[in-house]
């Protein structure tokens, strides 16, 4: 979930080895047509040909604490903002739709918030909604600021890709010196995690890159235009664009050190967390039991999103959501030190201050409502 201005990383071994992952060369060999997502209302009646059920093969939540109690009584009615054109939010109408909210004893609306990072944080905090998805590296600066919301799980890695013109041979990091690359604003998480690989590889992300604003929507014409050399910004747009063929994937953000790391994660209104413990550990756990249903079955996920904000080809979604890490999200002492990791990578980069300590920040921004 991207919103707009206009995360000790977790290991690979407890990942299951039967199950297969799509690579995203394997992916965009194998998917086919172009869609553009839209936001549509009322997707209810969209849906009656999917409502068959939880899928029953689901991968089991092998997690300390995670069979937390769920709220008793009365099914808990909760708001989750989130950004319906975002296909890597597909988790949440996966756990709607599916069931898994209903089997936590929860009744889940949406908000489909498009304005800025911290409108939506203050609308949590304030009540105005309970919780939110969103990306790691657009919201830890605003979190900085003290807002009464908690992160309490990642929720997949893998939608920010940084893309090269073919036409200006642009292939890796150290071609882009003295470059200008396409970005949707100023303080986009896909610039943000760049600029952290640049610093990480020798180039300041200040003086040796030059980074020019667009409407998202026109950052590859930009390119083709010769007005920039690369761009960068998250799915479903950048996975569409390569496979135009125009360009090339730079950089990832499952590249080398990232391959584990997440990119979106939830967080839940602080007063929430400390009145209702059960409700905020029902509404984690049935996000990420939809993490992994979407792991383990990406066509019937894109599915169900496409339904609620993707258009085209099912295909497109479905392979989209395979080459994202929906089985990785991490809790407890990993997600923390991912947090940790990425505060002190965005001091480097002066997002965030230089007096915020990166262990007290992760302590205060995270909390554990699953043990």
């Not at 993707?310 to 929906?326: I, V």
């Amino acid at each position: 979930m991207e919103n707009r201005d206009d995360s000790t990383n977790s290991t690979s071994k407890g990942r299951e080895p039967t199950r297969v992952f799509l690579s995203r060369r394997t992916v965009l060999a194998g998917a086919f047509g172009v869609g553009t997502p839209i936001v549509i209302g009322g997707a209810a009646h969209a849906l009656t040909a999917l409502k068959s059920g939880p899928l029953p093969d689901a991968i089991p939540l092998c997690r300390a604490g995670m069979s937390g109690e769920s709220p008793t009584g009365a099914p808990r009615a909760l708001t989750l903002a989130w950004n319906a054109t975002s296909v890597c939010t597909a988790a949440a109408p996966v756990a709607k739709e599916r069931g898994i909210f209903a089997k936590h004893n929860l009744v889940v609306d949406f908000i489909n918030f498009g304005g800025s990072t911290e409108q939506l944080l203050e609308a949590i905090a304030t009540g105005k909604a309970d919780a939110g998805i969103g990306m790691a590296l657009r919201w830890l600066k605003p979190l900085e600021q003290g807002f009464d919301v908690r992160i309490t799980a990642g929720v997949h890695g893998g939608c920010i890709r940084l893309l090269g013109s073919k036409a200006a041979a642009i292939t890796s990091l150290e071609s882009l010196r003295g470059k200008t690359i396409a970005i949707s604003d100023q303080a986009s998480p896909a610039k943000n995690f760049c600029s952290i690989e640049f610093a990480k590889n020798g180039i300041d992300p200040v003086r040796d890159v030059d980074w020019r604003q667009y409407p998202a929507d026109l950052l590859a014409l930009a390119v083709e235009k010769g007005e920039a050399h690369a761009l960068t910004d998250n799915d479903p747009r950048t996975y569409l664009w390569l496979k135009d063929g125009k360009f090339n994937e730079v950089l990832t953000n499952l590249s080398g050190e990232f391959a584990d790391r997440i990119c979106c994660v939830l967080a839940i209104r602080g007063s929430l967390i400390r009145g209702e413990p059960a409700t905020a550990s029902a509404l984690t756990r049935s996000v990420l039991e939809a993490g992994n249903m979407v792991a383990r079955h990406p066509a019937d996920a894109a599915a169900v999103y496409s339904a609620y904000g993707g258009k085209g080809p099912l295909n497109d979604l479905a392979a989209m959501l395979a080459s994202h890490t929906h089985h990785n999200h991490p809790i407890g002492t990993a997600l923390k030190q991912q947090i940790l990791l990425y505060a002190n990578e965005l001091k480097q980069v002066n997002v965030l201050k230089r007096s915020t300590d990166p262990t007290k920040f992760a302590e205060r921004v995270y909390v554990d409502v699953l043990s």
